[in-house]
Nanobody
């Protein structure tokens, strides 16, 4: 399984970005796709996740600002980020979890300037 993320960049506070992550390979139908991020000097944290059935979950700091979605036919997960804040800055990683195994994308940098 391989994951390819894209969509990061530099944006001013209050702006928006959309991240995409396409998975390829032998993907089990029942899985969870999600986004994690790692800010400079901090540990990686979970941002949002979505099951193949469309059930979503968000960390409190992004609720109401970020929206995760997926296209099962394309094995692609999206993260629409709005009202971005400087504290959203970091490397964003997509992940695909199947039972107890996790696959990771290469990360895409999001920088929010104040």
């Amino acid at each position: 399984v391989q994951l390819q993320a894209s969509g990061g960049g530099l944006v001013q506070a209050g702006g928006s970005l959309r991240l995409s992550c396409a998975a390829s390979g032998n993907i089990f139908r029942f899985n969870i796709m999600g986004w994690y991020r790692q800010a400079p000097g901090k540990q990686r944290e979970a941002v949002a996740g979505i099951t193949n059935g469309g059930i979503t979950n968000y960390t409190d700091s992004v609720k109401g600002r970020f929206t995760i979605s997926r296209d099962n036919a394309r094995n692609t997960v999206y993260l629409q980020m709005s009202s971005l804040k400087p504290e959203d800055t970091g490397v964003y990683y997509c992940a695909l979890v199947v039972t107890t195994r996790a696959y990771w994308g290469q990360g895409t940098l999001v920088t929010v300037s104040s």
